[in-house]
């Protein structure tokens, strides 16, 4: 049933008119009506107090029902306020004029107070409805926004600073495509000389993969406090295969990470890494030069347990950068369908001299889509191998 605590207001310039209106709506049980002989003073009403259903005349001095319904569609107010209107005229074009600025219903007069009764009621009912949804639209909104926040306060911020007596550079970026996402980048340090860096992809999007992306993103946290952690992730093979048997076992939804884990033995400059069906990170030489960091690897996170994962190797030099990116960088789209790709992606990385590289990066990708909604979410990690300090 209608909520009868609601607000009605009746427009219409005959006395006569109103007052029957407002009979027929107390016997209904309505209380709550106000009423206007005018179109002016029905939008006056209508900017002063909240009204759950306004019965509209449409022949009125000042302003007639037609410029109040544009007046209302013209802010906006259409949408929350529905429009009953009843009037005189009795042709077809004023009833196709009034629903198409935003009135709810017709009613020819003289009204049948049968008929009156169940479009009032049926039109409450109906905003009733549409209030709740929107209510529980909101709310889902709020608490979406609340997981953005937590999401983005997963990535650490930039550091700039020595570790094991040589100056280290690590820059963070995600961007989730909408609220929340499956992306997640990461660094942290291991013992006195390792640092860690991870970058991952889950393969869906929205609530269920930003659970899955913080459910990765923890796995590889903990292992990193564990007493052997310096040696676990000194071969990234065993943490990324004991993080895989944990996302395989029980994974009914079949959803999968791709994934890089690397760490750099910072003293050495030996880095080890294993992508698990990700992008190939890139590369650059202090010489400006870019290669693709292939490698064995292995099939994403969480598709197959007990999966042997291999570590590939290669050592850096006093300079070198390492960028790794997820797919939301190489497969943007643009209007006319064509891919970003990884080499526009090399390209800019060979060229990329300067500061805020990812940052540069990311806007380039998003002038790339001109102004379609984002592909995909995206996450990336740059590395910079510097000097030892004196």
Same mark, same amino acid.
């Given at each position: ?189 291991? +013992? #006195?000389? *390792?640092? =860690?860096?991870?970058? %991952? ?5 929205? $609530? @269920?993969?930003? /659970? ?106 006093? +300079? #070198?950068? *390492?960028? =790794?990116?997820?797919? %939301? ?5 643009? $209007? @006319?369908?064509? /891919? ?36 995909d979410d995206m996450a990336a990690i740059l590395l910079t191998f510097g000097a030892r300090e004196v």
């Amino acid at each position: 049933m209608a909520d009868q605590n609601a607000a009605i207001l009746v427009v219409d310039d005959v006395a006569e008119n109103r007052d029957l209106l407002i009979r027929r709506l107390r016997r209904l049980g309505f209380s709550r009506i106000e009423e206007a002989a005018d179109g002016v003073e029905a939008l006056a009403a209508i900017g002063q107090a909240a009204f759950d259903l306004v019965l509209l005349d449409i022949m009125m001095p000042e302003l007639d029902g037609f410029g109040v319904l544009e007046a209302l569609r013209s802010d906006g107010r259409i949408n929350d306020i529905p429009v009953i209107v009843i009037s005189a005229l009795n042709e077809i074009d004023p009833v196709v004029r009034c629903i198409e600025l935003g009135a709810d219903d017709f009613l020819f007069k003289p009204f049948n107070p049968t008929l009156l009764r169940a479009r009032v009621l049926a039109t409450l009912e109906k905003k009733a409805l549409r209030d709740r949804t929107r209510e529980e639209l909101r709310r889902k909104q709020v608490e979406l926004n609340e997981a953005r926040t937590l999401q983005l306060s997963l990535v650490p911020p930039s550091f700039a600073g020595a570790v094991a007596g040589r100056r280290l550079d690590v820059d963070a970026l995600l961007e989730p495509a909408k609220e929340v996402g499956g992306d997640l980048v990461d660094y942290f340090p291991v +013992g #006195d000389g *390792l640092m =860690v860096l991870a970058i %991952g992809d889950v393969s869906d999007k929205g $609530a @269920a993969a930003a /659970l899955m992306m913080a459910r990765t993103h923890s796995m590889f946290r903990a292992l990193s406090g564990r007493p052997d952690a310096a040696e676990l992730f000194a071969d990234p093979a065993r943490a990324v295969s004991i993080a895989n048997d944990g996302l395989a076992r029980g994974n009914a939804g079949c959803m999968f990470v791709t994934f890089v884990l690397a760490s750099v033995d910072v003293a050495t400059g030996r880095l080890a890494y294993v992508r698990a069906g990700h992008v190939p990170p890139y590369l650059q030489g202090a010489d400006g030069g870019v290669e693709r960091l292939g490698g064995p690897g292995g099939p994403p996170l969480g598709v197959v347990e007990g999966f042997d994962y291999q570590a590939a190797q290669v050592d850096l030099n006093e +300079g #070198d950068r *390492l960028l =790794v990116v997820t797919d %939301g960088f190489t497969e943007a789209q643009s $209007a @006319a369908g064509e /891919l970003f790709g990884e080499d526009r992606v090399g390209a800019f990385f060979a060229d990329g001299a300067g500061g805020q590289v990812l940052t540069r990066l990311a806007t380039q990708v998003r002038a790339f889509e001109a102004g379609l909604p984002a592909f995909d979410d995206m996450a990336a990690i740059l590395l910079t191998f510097g000097a030892r300090e004196v």
